[in-house]
């Protein structure tokens, strides 16, 4: 007796095996539709973000990412002036200038850092939120 005379035969290829090929149609045709986004902002802060960034016009400062860290500035050039004139003999002073650099370019680093990051996520926001209605216009002319 071959599989398809029997009765899990009959109920496999009447019934089961119509319901597979349906379901692969159906997994096909939404493959072939275009993907849309899982996630829909509708405000991103700047709404010209990306097109000030590509021309050149981004200013991260007005996003509270420049703080210039004078406090450390301060230190670096207390010591500075401190080693100047005591250079041949004081050791220490160098020493504390060292560290008051190497505090003070740590802190831009970081700074850097985190102004950078800000600017990735702040592009990827952008690309998952929903685009403005497009005018068709020319993009602004630069000074």
Known sequence: MNFHETKMGAV????????????LQEIADTLKKP???AVRLTD?????FLHNLFYGNY???IYGCVTAPSELDRH?????????PALGESWPLFEQYQMA???????IAEQSYCCGYRT????????????P???????????
């Open 101 to 107: 650099v190497s505090k003070r370019n740590s802190a």
């Open 59 to 61: 200013e991260p400062d």
């Open 44 to 48: 991103t802060g700047e709404p010209d």
């Open 120 to 131: 990735a996520v702040q592009m990827i926001v952008i690309g998952l939120a929903v685009p």
């Open 76 to 84: 670096v050039k207390e010591a500075e002036k401190a080693l100047l």
């Open 12 to 23: 496999f290829f009447n019934h089961q095996l119509p319901e597979l090929i349906r379901t």
């Open 133 to 143: 209605q497009q005018t068709g216009g020319v993009p602004d002319e630069q000074p």
């Open 35 to 37: 993907a849309t986004a």
